[in-house]
């Protein structure tokens, strides 16, 4: 029980991210311009994406809480590759990796295969319960709602910034 809802917490931060970058990719390709909003959602893909894996240590920091030592966390964490899988979402911060958003993507990848596989085997299972199918689609609903927030608050933050410098340097 416990692997599973881990499993519903990985997918509720990370599963929704490769359909937010498909929409931010095919709006970026109708763009008329470089300078475009759409172009410069796309550029804060990875950014955005790092952002989620804070959200989501700072989950397992306070799920943790106030143990800390290794073999408490070694006896918490029931699906250690995924966690650590959705860890390393915080290397798109280091610029090497946030300067090409398809790493981003391949990344996120493995946990939409886990939200596919999860819907392919409840939906051809004998035995489904109509309660973990709505689960899933709950967890990814909301996985793509909070990715999609927060592309847009980076864009507010983005488009901020660039206003107030252009505002700061033009001579009075």
């Known amino acids: 029980m416990i692997s599973y809802l881990q499993q519903l917490e990985i997918l509720a931060f990370f599963s929704g991210y490769p359909l937010v970058y498909a929409v931010v990719a095919f709006l970026k390709s109708t763009a008329k311009s470089r300078s475009s909003i759409k172009n410069s959602a796309f550029i804060l893909l990875p950014f955005a994406y790092a952002i989620v894996g804070i959200f989501y240590a700072g989950l397992q920091i306070r799920n943790l809480y106030p143990d800390y030592s290794v073999k408490h966390i070694v006896s918490e964490i029931q699906i250690p590759f995924f966690a650590t899988w959705a860890l390393l979402s915080l290397v798109f911060w280091i ?31 004998t035995e489904s319960d109509k309660h973990i199918l709505g689960n899933f689609m709950k967890v990814y609903s909301d996985s793509i709602f909070l990715n999609t927030v927060i592309l847009i608050v980076l864009l507010i933050i983005y488009y901020s910034i660039r206003f107030l410098r252009r505002k700061t340097t033009i001579p009075h």
């Open 95 to 125: 610029p090497f990796f946030s300067k090409k958003p398809i790493i981003s993507l391949l990344h996120s990848l493995v946990f939409f295969y886990l939200i596919v596989k999860n819907f392919y085997l409840q939906l051809t299972s």
